[in-house]
């Protein structure tokens, strides 16, 4: 084992040709098992964005919650999947986290599969590894709810990987697949929308010959996407949920704090959260963002190959498109925000692929060698150490959330908005709420898995 890993490292720098001395079925089942080796827990229960769900079940019937908006996002598609888990496993949370930490898994799989199309594949694997391990996810697995950001960048990352395809081999089929996943993408959460504007550029950047031709037949087809998404939205959900954090979203201007806090969660948090998990200081968290992305674009900008520049820019459009809707409705929060874990799931993409470039870039003026080697263990020593070293930070304050909601909901008291943030301020629950949820936990499921005695490690 020792020789493989060594030799994998000693490859880290090569070229995109370079096989990988892993066989790919390991390599999945690595990346599929990792999140749930670390963060899988039976003994969670629900917390947080999980209560608003579980209020609009509880109350409303099936074709009702179907189409109903949280807030600001209409995701037809997340609400049938979780309707269908919630009714078949009820209260039993413990299973919706396994399933939250198998889909990251594969998500860091599909990653994996479309860095090694631009990097050394074992340095594609490092990466995957690593965000695969990634220290912010226990703020999405062990949030039921977080299932809809898990979907979402699966079909997204699925819709790249057959943009790739396309390039390749332009056919309806890819076109069509394209869409296919495009469309399963935002109707799993929204934050895509944006996004997949950036599936064209990808195209147009990487297409070689007839790049324009192809990039404008997937354009067409992303374009009837967003119209249609439009359509469902406006019928739907209505103007008025744009509005629901924003109020002045439609009617004002963006001030400076928009920008900061664009520029914090687009560019600085992905390349910061490479080499840790949590931010304790702010302020450091944006002064060492600040320097490890200016040190990714000056290496790309002045070293790199014009492929690796046009690669790099689009990696930056990779991120900076969908938070720019991010920011508009939550620009008026702190600025800490935009560092928030759920957001780190997608943008963590763009990091690593800015960060593998530079990589790529360094290794070809870095004589191979054992200087080469201990500089490779000692970067990677780093970004593994800032995962550890910050993984209680994010499971710590869960637990004591999960834990306290458990104990109100087994007295049957309302969760209210305490110094824990038990549920989502917009949407308090009272008694009588928590009393129908618990009802419909107990009485409507298909399959009884779980009874309170069974949470006796939270009492």
């Known amino acids: 084992m020792k020789k493989y890993i060594k030799l994998a490292i000693s490859r880290l720098g090569y070229g995109q040709k370079t096989e990988t001395v892993f066989p790919i079925y390991i390599i999945f089942l690595t990346l599929l098992l990792v999140p749930a080796a670390f963060y899988w827990r039976y003994d969670l229960f629900f917390l947080w964005d999980d209560w608003t769900e579980l209020d609009f079940i509880a109350h409303n019937n099936?074709?009702?919650?179907?189409?109903?908006?949280?807030?600001?996002?209409?995701?037809?598609?997340?609400?049938?999947?979780?309707?269908?888990?919630?009714?078949?496993?009820g209260e039993y949370h413990g299973f919706f986290v396994l399933v939250n930490c198998l889909g990251t898994g594969v998500a860091a799989f599909l990653i994996y599969l479309f860095l090694r199309n631009h990097l050394s594949p074992n340095l594609a694997l490092v990466l995957s590894l690593l965000y695969a391990g990634s220290a912010v996810h226990p703020a999405i697995a062990w949030n039921a709810f977080y299932l809809c950001y898990i979907l979402c960048l699966i079909f997204f990352m699925a819709a790249l990987l057959l943009a790739d395809t396309y390039i390749k081999s332009p056919s309806y089929r890819a076109l069509w697949g394209i869409g296919l996943c495009a469309w399963l993408s935002i109707h799993s959460h929204n934050y895509t929308i944006l996004a997949l504007l950036v599936l064209p550029l990808y195209v147009l950047f990487m297409g070689g010959a007839q790049a324009m031709r192809k990039a404008l037949s997937l354009a067409g087809v992303i374009g009837l996407v967003l119209l249609s998404f439009a359509w469902e939205y406006l019928t739907f959900a209505g103007i008025k949920s744009t509005t629901f954090f924003n109020q002045s979203v439609l009617s004002t201007v963006p001030d400076y704090t928009f920008f900061t806090f664009w520029f914090c969660g687009a560019f600085l948090s992905p390349v910061y959260f490479l080499f840790g998990g949590h931010f304790q200081v702010p302020l450091l968290t944006v002064i060492i963002g600040t320097l490890l992305l200016s040190f990714c674009i000056l290496v790309i900008w002045v070293m790199g190959t014009p492929l690796e520049r046009r690669l790099g820019l689009w990696a930056l459009l990779l991120n900076a498109l969908p938070f720019l809707m991010v920011s508009l409705g939550r620009y008026t929060f702190a600025y800490e925000y935009a560092f928030t874990a759920r957001y780190i799931f997608f943008t963590l993409v763009g990091g690593m692929l800015l960060a593998g470039i530079t990589w790529t870039i360094l290794a070809r003026r870095v004589p191979a060698g054992n200087f080469s080697r201990l500089l490779a263990c000692g970067i990677i020593a780093v970004m593994i150490s800032g995962q550890i070293f910050t993984m209680p930070f994010w499971q710590l304050g869960y637990l004591h959330?999960?834990?306290?909601?458990?104990?109100?909901?087994?007295?049957?008291?309302?969760?209210?908005?305490?110094?824990?943030?038990?549920?989502?301020?917009?949407?308090?629950?009272?008694?009588?709420?928590?009393?129908?949820?618990?009802?419909?936990?107990?009485?409507?499921?298909?399959?009884?898995?779980?009874?309170?005695?069974?949470?006796?490690?939270?009492?």
């Open 62 to 89: 099936f074709t009702t919650y179907l189409v109903m908006p949280n807030g600001e996002i209409f995701f037809p598609f997340f609400h049938l999947i979780f309707y269908a888990l919630l009714k078949f496993v």
């Open 401 to 459: 959330m999960s834990r306290k909601a458990l104990n109100c909901y087994q007295a049957g008291e309302g969760l209210i908005n305490d110094g824990l943030l038990l549920v989502n301020p917009q949407h308090p629950l009272g008694a009588s709420q928590v009393s129908a949820i618990r009802q419909f936990l107990k009485n409507e499921v298909w399959l009884k898995v779980k009874s309170e005695e069974n949470w006796r490690a939270n009492k």
